[in-house]
T-cell receptor
Framework: DADVTQTPRNRITKTGKRIMLECSQT?????MYWYRQDPGLGLRLIYYSFDVKDINKGEISDGYSVSRQAQAKFSLSLESAIPNQTALYFCATSDLSKSEQFFGPGTRLTVL | GENVEQHPSTLSVQEGDSAVIKCTYSDSASNYFPWYKQELGKRPQLIIDIRSNVGEKKDQRIAVTLNKTAKHFSLHITETQPEDSAVYFC??????????????FGKGTKLSVKP
């Protein structure tokens, strides 16, 4: 089945380290998103990309960067991780002409 | 920009009872309103959605209603079952032409269904 995958699924790192979270999809969707989930705060959009040459900031992009390496791959980087970036991170995809977003399984990141 | 508020943040019901979760939105141009369910340790998944040209939509035990004048929409779950226990998120976005805008999510409602 076509799916959205994320690596790693869990990561513990230290303050100041650079870390990359990766997202791949086999759904053939054009659009990809990175969200952050914190308890009681819902899902907040970090970055989104409508195609390989299109990158846009979301609601909470400070401290993050992204790369769209191919239609199927969208990576999120934390250049210098800090403890308040500890959260559950979700990648999502959607088709250009449709509304439903499909989420990956999530990456639980802990910054010590 | 759009702001979506969701209430209540937690909801506990007895199995078989109904559950209602309400959301309000701020941007009158929003025209698409999905609901996502996230079971413990799982990814969010779409369970039902409604567009602004429709006032109500049903799918078995779940239904969504939309009041455009008041800018609020609600999720109704009837005959609740323990497997309905999850966090539910509402969202809103604007569809322009053939393209869907970004989703703005509410903060979620944790529903617990007691057997």
């Amino acid at each position: 089945d076509a799916d959205v995958t994320q690596t790693p699924r869990n990561r513990i790192t230290k303050t100041g380290k650079r870390i990359m979270l990766e997202c791949s999809q086999t759904k053939g969707h054009d659009r990809m998103y990175w969200y952050r989930q914190d308890p009681g705060l819902g899902l907040r959009l970090i970055y989104y990309s409508f195609d390989v040459k299109d990158i846009n900031k979301g609601e909470i992009s400070d401290g993050y960067s992204v790369s769209r390496q191919a239609q199927a791959k969208f990576s999120l980087s934390l250049e210098s991780a800090i403890p308040n970036q500890t959260a559950l991170y979700f990648c999502a995809t959607s088709d250009l002409s449709k509304s439903e977003q499909f989420f990956g399984p999530g990456t639980r990141l802990t910054v010590l | 920009g759009e702001n979506v508020e969701q209430h209540p943040s937690t909801l506990s019901v007895q199995e078989g009872d109904s559950a209602v979760i309400k959301c309000t939105y701020s941007d009158s141009a929003s025209n698409y309103f999905p609901w996502y369910k996230q079971e413990l340790g799982k990814r969010p998944q779409l369970i039902i959605d409604i567009r602004s040209n429709v006032g109500e939509k049903k799918d078995q035990r779940i239904a969504v209603t939309l009041n455009k004048t008041a800018k609020h929409f609600s999720l109704h779950i009837t005959e609740t079952q323990p497997e309905d226990s999850a966090v539910y998120f509402c969202a809103a976005s604007i569809r322009l032409g053939g393209s869907q805008g970004n989703l703005i999510f509410g903060k979620g409602t944790k529903l617990s269904v007691k057997p």
